[in-house]
């Protein structure tokens, strides 16, 4: 078969959105294998580059929405800010921390392993923040259970209640006996206004009660989903963050030895009542001591400072309309699927290069079957959410595989998007999730083969490096980096900006792909590429 002359104009499209965030060290989890990959999950750290000494870790394991929190430049900003490092563990090694399953072992070592190879011995030692989203979300709570003494913060994103019987992911929860608990230690639970249900909050109150010394906050994200990760609800897990570190961190913190966890009292801290979807008038926000309305129904805050923020977080919504979107392809309104956990199932049609596709999203009534005509200032916008694209505008994607690999068969070929409207003066904020599932691996067609040159070692006075991996197809070859302190910029890799106390030399990681072609070529095996940045 002849080389294909195909014009891709995804080539002479500007990319509107950043290129993807680096992580500059992986490790696989020993004696696991997943059931996702049949091989051993990887463990990417990522620690800010002008860090000289990590003061504490987030650890997510993938479902969906951690990534994009890990990898929001808000999110990295602030915890930059504050000498805070991120662990990213794919796939996951346990959704309900079952220690006796063996995960914790899996997890400790896998901590020394990234010690090691970081040159960052502390991790080793310092105090963690689990954080997990929906099937995951149960996770952060017991991972803190079975770790008080070295847990500093408990984040559950649109995700469940400590101790809650409704778990993410459908099975039975862990029992915690009679002496294991999480007092004092800062625990927030996140579930969107559009996924609400009370039965999900109750847990959380009940735990309050049996728990009497337990510090645990809530928000509602109002105007918002279950799988939207909006710039306000990073900035508000940030300043979640900053007050853990704020409270709970020694001045001077050990870099050899565990770290002795400041205790929090929560009659220390604030109260505000916890969000309803019918209340007409809140209780004041107050200190713990002063708070006049009904303790039960009410979640405990750091400080003022974090009750103002949830009470302006609530407000911003308060009095406005909801508005819905609709998904269009082709011209044409996509049907909605309510026993659809997507809502919008979507065919992948792409243009001739095999990649690229249009969605576009439309203001649609409350059954998401007509559009409506009233206009707004702001068009719909429509972001990743996960999975293997990269957005070019608000209407053209393309496929775009990465470190998850290539070898999961749960989500190498799974796209999540999220088609949302800010909302103006009259409209809340309105949010709309979709799934393609793209055709992986293109087994018709002629076999492809990628041929792509070793890499020699660099020192650190070097920039850029070359990229030149080139398919027998003529189809282009397109990159991805695994790991390492690099990014992909017009088929070269730029040298990012390394910690201070990285050890060297330092792995680079770089996978050479071609999807293929429908019923022309078929899905290349990847090639991969290592090589040492030495000092």
């Known amino acids: 078969m002849k080389v294909l002359g195909i014009l891709f104009f995804i080539l002479q499209i500007s990319f509107t959105t950043l290129s993807a965030a680096e992580w500059q060290w992986s490790v696989k989890v020993k004696d696991y ?88 011995f502390e991790l080793e030692y310092i105090p963690i923040i689990p954080l997990g989203h929906s099937a995951m979300a149960t996770f952060p709570w017991n991972f803190a259970a079975w770790n008080p003494e070295r847990t500093l913060a408990i984040i559950s994103y649109c995700g469940d209640a400590p101790r809650t019987n409704l778990t993410g992911y459908g099975g039975n929860n862990l029992e915690w006996g009679r002496t294991r608990n999480i007092d004092g230690i800062p625990g927030l639970m996140i579930q969107g206004e559009y996924e609400w249900w009370e039965a999900r909050v109750n847990p959380a109150l009940a735990f309050k009660m049996m728990y009497p010394e337990s510090c645990i906050s809530f928000l509602c994200d109002v105007g918002h989903g279950h799988f939207d990760v909006s710039d306000e609800v990073v900035s508000y897990i940030a300043m979640f963050i900053r007050k853990a570190v ?162 999961n068969s749960k989500r190498t070929g799974d796209i999540w998007l999220l088609a949302h409207h800010r909302g103006d003066d009259l409209y809340k904020s309105a949010v709309q999730q979709l799934n393609i599932r793209i055709p992986y691996p293109i087994q018709q067609g002629e076999k492809q083969t990628i041929t792509f040159d070793s890499i020699r070692n660099i020192g650190l006075e070097t920039k850029t490096v070359l990229l030149n991996a080139k398919s027998d197809s003529g189809l282009p070859v397109y990159y991805y980096v695994k790991e390492g302190p690099a990014k992909i910029i017009n088929n070269k890799l730029s040298i990012q900006k390394i910690p201070p106390r990285a050890k060297y030399p330092l792995k680079i990681t770089v996978v050479a792909w071609q999807y293929g072609l429908k019923s022309e070529y078929k899905t290349a095996k990847a090639v991969e590429r290592s090589f040492y940045i030495e000092k």
């Open 246 to 407: 704020m409270y709970r961190l020694p001045q001077k913190q050990p870099l050899n030895q565990s770290v002795d966890l400041i205790k929090l009292d929560n009659k220390k801290g604030w109260l505000a009542e916890k969000w309803s979807p019918v209340y007409e008038k809140r209780s004041e926000a107050l200190p713990y001591i002063k708070y006049e309305g009904d303790k039960h129904d009410a979640f405990w805050y750091f400080d003022e400072d974090m009750a103002k923020l949830t009470e302006k977080y609530y407000a911003t919504a308060k009095g406005k309309k909801n508005q819905f979107i609709g998904i269009k392809q082709r011209g044409e309104l996509l049907t909605f699927d309510e026993k659809s956990h997507a809502g919008y199932n979507v065919e992948f049609i792409p243009y001739k290069d095999g990649m690229t596709f249009n969605l576009s999203g439309i203001f649609s009534d409350s059954l998401h079957k007509s559009a409506m005509k009233d206009k707004r200032i702001e068009q719909i916008k429509i972001d990743r959410i996960c999975g293997p694209v990269k957005k070019i505008n608000d209407t053209t994607f393309t496929v775009r595989f990465y470190r998850m690999g290539l070898d």
């Open 33 to 120: 294998i997943s059931t996702e990959t049949n091989a051993n999950p990887n463990a990417f750290l990522w620690i800010p580059e002008d860090c000289l000494h990590i003061k504490a870790v987030v650890v997510g394991q993938h479902n969906m929405c951690e990534e994009t929190i890990f990898e929001h430049p808000a999110f990295r900003e602030n915890l930059s800010d504050l000498g805070v490092a991120i662990i990213w563990i794919t796939p996951g090694i346990d959704y309900a921390w079952d220690v006796t399953n063996g995960c914790q072992s899996y997890f400790d070592e896998m901590i020394k392993d990234l010690a090691e190879v970081s040159g960052y």
